[in-house]
């Protein structure tokens, strides 16, 4: 079986580094070293547009059967019992169906498709808090260029960047960036995000889930250095985590 991707010549050196410092300082990807090897490859995957249009489509059918499966949990809660939930959030989910839960708001999932002797593979969907966003978008195009008679696919952080406008619905909305602040990776993806929003005029604070106050089914920014009523929060924090947080007013909504 033909492989449908290959990968392309190394860059010279004088352009790799060229790409590498910008990288981390536009595109902020600031932990590029694993040990003493650099997390990015100097060379590129090239994947015919055919066979990515066909990834695509399946991710797509995936996203669509992954998001039926929630509804029917939560139309079920007797099935939450079947999963090894903290019990804190199975309680959450329980009381979620007696509410409305809006399906339109900006989601990503992230499917990792593998080439293997049998075909496609699937390892995993990463449904909540996925990353690879600074990967997928900048240093992906600063590849591309380098190469002729290729193009960068479409670009993941511009695409969500344009979702949460929509969803902000104002030009000069304020959008919560909430993670994990002790995690600078996790600190560099949302921080890459902002810059993208901000160039659309819109505001943006970086906070911990510690810092937001729910009252009233409404968040409330909490904290010494910002204040006010975010008009969409994007969460990069993972919700196993949140009954972690000492008060339930601060991760329950």
Same mark, same amino acid.
């Given at each position: 079986?033909?492989?449908?991707?290959?990968?392309?010549?190394?860059?010279?050196?004088?352009?790799?580094?060229?790409?590498?410092?910008?990288?981390?300082?536009?595109?902020?990807?600031?932990?590029?070293?694993?040990?003493?090897?650099?997390?990015?490859?100097?060379?590129?995957?090239?994947?015919?547009?055919?066979?990515?249009?066909?990834?695509?489509?399946?991710?797509?059918?995936?996203?669509?059967?992954?998001?039926?499966?929630?509804?029917?949990?939560?139309?079920?809660?007797?099935?939450?019992?079947? $999963?090894?939930?903290? @019990?804190?959030?199975?309680?959450? *989910?329980?009381? #979620? +169906?007696?509410?409305?839960?809006? !399906?339109? /708001?900006?989601?990503?999932?992230?499917?990792?498709?593998?080439?293997?002797?049998?075909?496609?593979?699937?390892?995993?969907?990463?449904?909540?808090?996925?990353?690879?966003?600074?990967?997928?978008?900048?240093?992906?195009?600063?590849?591309?260029?380098?190469?002729?008679?290729?193009?960068?696919?479409?670009?993941?952080?511009?695409?969500?960047?344009?979702?949460?406008?929509?969803?902000?619905?104002?030009?000069?909305?304020?959008?919560?960036?909430?993670?994990?602040?002790?995690?600078?990776?996790?600190?560099?993806?949302?921080?890459?995000?902002?810059?993208? $929003?901000?160039?659309? @005029?819109?505001?943006?604070?970086? *906070?911990?889930? #510690? +810092?937001?106050?729910?009252?009233? !089914?409404? /968040?409330?920014?909490?904290?010494?250095?910002?204040?006010?009523?975010?008009?969409?929060?994007?969460?990069?924090?993972?919700?196993?985590?949140?009954?972690?947080?000492?008060?339930?007013?601060?991760?329950?909504?």
């Amino acid at each position: 079986m033909k492989p449908p991707l290959r990968a392309g010549p190394l860059l010279p050196e004088p352009q790799w580094r060229r790409i590498c410092r910008e990288t981390i300082f536009r595109h902020c990807k600031w932990d590029m070293q694993v040990g003493d090897h650099c997390a990015l490859a100097a060379f590129p995957l090239l994947l015919e547009h055919k066979e990515w249009e066909r990834l695509a489509k399946w991710a797509e059918r995936l996203t669509a059967e992954a998001l039926a499966a929630e509804q029917e949990l939560l139309s079920r809660p007797e099935l939450l019992d079947h $999963l090894g939930l903290p @019990g804190r959030i199975k309680k959450v *989910l329980r009381d #979620a +169906h007696r509410r409305s839960i809006d !399906g339109k /708001a900006p989601r990503v999932m992230r499917f990792d498709f593998h080439w293997t002797n049998g075909g496609w593979r699937i390892s995993e969907v990463n449904s909540d808090v996925p990353g690879g966003y600074i990967e997928a978008s900048g240093f992906t195009e600063l590849m591309a260029e380098h190469y002729t008679s290729t193009a960068a696919p479409p670009n993941p952080t511009q695409a969500y960047a344009r979702a949460l406008m929509r969803r902000a619905g104002s030009a000069n909305g304020l959008i919560a960036l909430v993670y994990a602040t002790a995690y600078s990776d996790d600190g560099q993806v949302m921080e890459y995000i902002a810059r993208e $929003l901000r160039a659309r @005029g819109l505001r943006t604070c970086l *906070l911990s889930p #510690a +810092h937001l106050l729910w009252e009233s !089914g409404r /968040a409330r920014i909490v904290c010494q250095f910002a204040q006010g009523f975010p008009d969409v929060i994007v969460r990069f924090f993972p919700a196993e985590w949140l009954p972690n947080l000492r008060s339930p007013e601060k991760w329950r909504g």
